[in-house]
Nanobody
């Protein structure tokens, strides 16, 4: 199993940037598909970004709403996953969760992910 701890959230003005971090322990993040999801009040948890497992080509997936603004990355040596968020908008306000999927298929469905961080709040003011 892997344990995940999310951090890096906060309050930022529209147009600003934040970098979220996901610290993993127990197993290396390179053996999982890693994803970021978010959930706003009253809404379902939604896919933000994912990165495929290590080995061969690395594939990146983004929700259309964040494409060109957010970047997911992984540091296998530090066992960390990051989400760089630029040009933030008020509609990006949500609790953000890091997640790990044991399968080899990169999935955008949160139900496919096996392990979750506790979440970190991101608030973007207008």
């Amino acid at each position: 199993q892997v344990q995940l701890v999310d951090s890096g959230g906060g309050l930022v003005q529209a147009g600003g940037s934040l970098r979220l971090s996901c610290a993993a322990s127990g197993r290396t993040v390179s053996t999982y598909v890693m994803g970021w999801f978010r959930q706003a009040p009253g809404k379902e948890r939604e896919f933000v970004a994912a990165i495929s497992r290590s080995g061969g080509m690395t594939y990146y997936y983004y929700a259309d709403s964040v494409k060109g603004r957010f970047t997911i990355s992984r540091d296998n040596a530090k066992n960390m996953v990051y989400l760089q968020m630029n040009s933030l908008k008020p509609e990006d306000t949500a609790v953000y969760y890091c997640a790990a999927d044991r399968t080899t298929v990169t999935n955008t469905n949160p139900a496919a992910y096996d392990f979750w961080g506790q979440g970190t709040q991101v608030t973007v003011s207008s």
